[in-house]
Nanobody, 123 residues
Framework: QVQLVESGGGLVQPGGSLRLSCAASGFTFNNYGMSWYRQVPGKERELVAT??????????KYPDSVQGRFTISRDTAKNTVTLQMNSMRPEDTAVYYCKAVPDPRVRDRREYWGQGTQVTVSS
């Protein structure tokens, strides 16, 4: 059974830092690109960071809104992907989701989402 379990959310002051983790199980982690998304009520889910599968070099990409503040990484020994968030702003407040997407070699094309973790940036 595939599981993506996020942790690490909470309340942080503006300018502070938070580290989110996503523990993956039930699939071949190294063959999946991993991403973090966020969503606020009434808005579409927004991509905040992505890292390609190990085979495709673990390339990282970020939108301009978080470039230089957020860092995504993956630990292939622990099957986890983390999102380090620094210099946080009130507009970073959202529910953050982890997502797994199979790379082109994987026959099963299903994508997976975690349940989300709330991040609130407020003084």
């Amino acid at each position: 059974q595939v599981q993506l379990v996020e942790s690490g959310g909470g309340l942080v002051q503006p300018g502070g830092s938070l580290r989110l983790s996503c523990a993956a199980s039930g699939f071949t982690f190294n063959n999946y690109g991993m991403s973090w998304y966020r969503q606020v009520p009434g808005k579409e889910r927004e991509l905040v960071a992505t890292i390609s599968s190990v085979t495709f070099g673990g390339t990282k990409k970020y939108p301009d809104s978080v470039q230089g503040r957020f860092t995504i990484s993956r630990d292939t020994a622990k099957n986890t992907v983390t999102l380090q968030m620094n210099s946080m702003r009130p507009e970073d407040t959202a529910v953050y989701y982890c997502k797994a997407v199979p790379d082109p070699r994987v026959r099963d094309r299903r994508e997976y989402w975690g349940q989300g973790t709330q991040v609130t940036v407020s003084s």
